[in-house]
């Protein structure tokens, strides 16, 4: 797509260079959405490959994803096996988009969007991620990732700000198992409900990550692994505008396959405990 508004292209080594910050700026990151819509708005570009914020790094603290890490890295690289849960983040890559795409496209990039079908924001939700937001001249601040995303298209982040990494603390990521359901009316179509669980075997805890269905990601928790009716309760418990209504599907049957995908999730994770099927 020939952005033709588009004046200037900034390539900031630091945030230091961009503390001016002008409201048709926009951020440029694996440029995969922005390349491919109308952006009537923006007239400069500031690209966000040379701040180097693509590390992958393990800590004794957990997992710390750069907002730049290009998807398809972390579908490369070798997690230590009690990671368990890092499943969910190579899930999150393999049912986003095509290979091109994951090659290109960045793991904050796609949070920021915060577009329904994001896949990356019910996995981060389920894995009990946090971000660290920067700004130009002030601190940087944290906000859990159930808490960014305000609608479709909408995150907490003002103008300026920032993703820098995403965190997941070390017990949200080792002995969980995970599930990752996705569903969309046709094949490679727009998601229209995606479901991440991740159920830890020893103490029986179960954490479901809501998205595509809803217009902002919910977690949703059990102490216990929930029989049928209590995943029901849940979700009905729910408001019905806090769905999508839209052409792709009513709210009314988003809500019934979310639940469809949590029983799914839940009946994977724990076929087999006591020699049988729970549902
Ligand atoms: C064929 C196709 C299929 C797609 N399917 C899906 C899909 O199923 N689900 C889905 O969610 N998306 C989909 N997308 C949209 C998009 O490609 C992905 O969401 C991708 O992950 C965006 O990442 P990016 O790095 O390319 O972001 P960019 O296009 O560079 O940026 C996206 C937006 O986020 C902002 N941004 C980027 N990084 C940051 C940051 N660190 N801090 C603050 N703002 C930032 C940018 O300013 C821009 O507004 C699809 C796109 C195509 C072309």
């Known amino acids: 797509m020939d952005l033709y508004n588009v004046k200037t292209y900034l390539r900031p080594k630091s945030l230091r260079e961009v503390r001016e910050w002008q409201p048709d700026w926009n951020w440029l990151a694996g440029g995969t959405w922005i390349f491919n819509e109308v952006q009537p708005q923006v007239k400069t570009l500031v690209d966000m490959q040379q701040l180097n914020w693509s590390e992958i790094e393990l800590t004794s603290e957990g997992l710390s994803i750069g907002a730049t890490c290009i998807q398809n890295d972390l579908l490369d690289f070798s997690f230590p096996d009690a ?6 983040l190579k899930d ?25 079908a994001s896949t ?6 389920a894995l009990n991620a946090s971000y660290e937001i ?4 002030t601190e940087s601040y944290i906000v859990n990732a159930v808490d960014f995303q305000t ?14 990494r995403i965190k997941i603390p070390i017990w949200n990521l080792t002995q969980w198992q995970t599930s990752f359901k996705r ?30 269905s809803v217009k902002s990601p919910r977690l949703i928790e059990f102490d216990t692994i929930p029989i049928p009716e209590q995943i029901a309760g849940e979700v009905r418990e ?3 505008h806090i769905y999508i209504d839209d052409e792709r599907g009513s709210a ?6 979310t639940q469809v995908l949590m029983q799914r999730g839940i009946t994977e994770l724990t076929a087999g405990i006591d020699g049988k099927r729970r549902y």
Do not use: D
Request: positive net charge.
């Open 83 to 88: 990671w368990t849960a890092t499943a969910a």
């Open 134 to 137: 920067w700004r130009p001249n």
């Open 151 to 164: 609608a479709p298209q909408q995150t907490i982040l003002q103008p300026g700000e920032v993703l820098r």
């Open 238 to 240: 729910l408001p019905l």
């Open 120 to 125: 990356f924001a019910p996995a981060m939700v």
């Open 252 to 257: 009314t049957y988003r809500r019934h396959i």
């Open 183 to 212: 569903m969309a009316v046709c094949t490679a179509g727009y998601a229209i409900a995606i479901v991440v669980t991740a159920y830890h075997p020893q103490t029986q805890q179960v954490k479901f990550g809501i998205g595509g």
């Open 92 to 116: 999150a890559v393999r049912e986003l988009a095509s290979f091109k795409l994951s090659h290109a496209a960045t793991v904050g990039g796609n949070i920021c969007l915060a577009l329904s």
